[in-house]
């Protein structure tokens, strides 16, 4: 028997409209739908984002702590694999829907990874989705990649100098996983003097959805403030 296919979705930033034609039908017509979250009692956001689509599947959670122990974390993507291969071993394919594009800072890299390694014969079709920084740019105007400036991609981490390093360049900088980091990133835009030229947004195409594009206004939020938001900044040309 041939291993069944999986396909791996991304449902965009939050709306549910900006999941991909491809990415809707898949959903309506699987048997299997397996979706992302962090916590056990906690609900998916992906699974709230796709719902919509989903026909008569049997969905299926994975839990994906957020957690820095990689060899914990490899446990559970091993975990969450299995589970996979289990299905597809049968013939069946399954649907993964993650948030955004499935190749950007996603979990489903590494299932993926583990999947061929619990299940070598199995088949994977990647469906992009629309990025978070791309919601974003639409939601506030603000070009992404402009002429033939660069675009520099980051995820803002407590180690604050990439993102440093990113602002003293040239182009647009688009910092993702902003989180707690959120005032360290603003000093770091005032004292560059690209605060001006930045834009934020938190829960994109969702409920609670927040833009500004005068970051100052986000000085001293509560801690919640950066979660699930993406800064867009267009660095100041250095002569």
């Known amino acids: ?52 689509h989903i026909g008569s599947a049997a969905v299926h959670e994975l839990v994906f702590p957020m957690i820095t122990d990689k060899a914990e974390l490899a446990k559970k993507w091993d975990e969450a694999a299995q589970a996979v291969a289990e299905v597809l071993a049968k013939g069946e394919d399954a649907c993964f829907v993650t948030l955004g594009d499935p190749m950007l800072y996603s979990t489903y890299i590494y299932l993926i990874r583990a999947l061929l390694k619990a299940l070598p014969t199995a088949r994977i079709h990647t469906v992009p989705g629309v990025t978070a920084f791309s919601a974003v740019a639409a939601l506030t105007n603000q070009p992404v990649g402009e002429g033939k400036e660069p675009v520099t991609i980051i995820p803002a981490s407590d180690d604050l100098d990439s993102v440093r390093t990113a602002i003293n360049g040239e182009g647009t900088v688009v910092l993702m996983k902003v989180g707690k980091r959120l005032n360290g990133i ?47 900044a267009h660095t100041v040309k250095r002569k």
Request: aromatic share 6%; charged share 25%.
């Open 1 to 52: 028997m041939n291993a069944g296919t999986l396909y791996g979705i991304g449902v965009g930033p939050g709306d549910p409209e900006l999941i991909t034609v491809k990415g809707a039908r898949l959903l309506a017509e699987a048997k299997h739908v397996f979706v992302p979250k962090a916590r056990i009692k906690e609900d998916s956001l992906a699974l709230e984002i796709a719902s919509r």
């Open 186 to 232: 603003l000093d770091i835009l005032e004292e560059t003097g690209v605060i001006d030229n930045a834009v934020f947004a938190a829960y994109a195409g969702q409920a609670g959805e927040r833009i500004e594009t005068n970051l100052r206004s986000l000085r001293d939020s509560n801690p919640e403030t950066g979660y699930l938001s993406t800064i867009i």
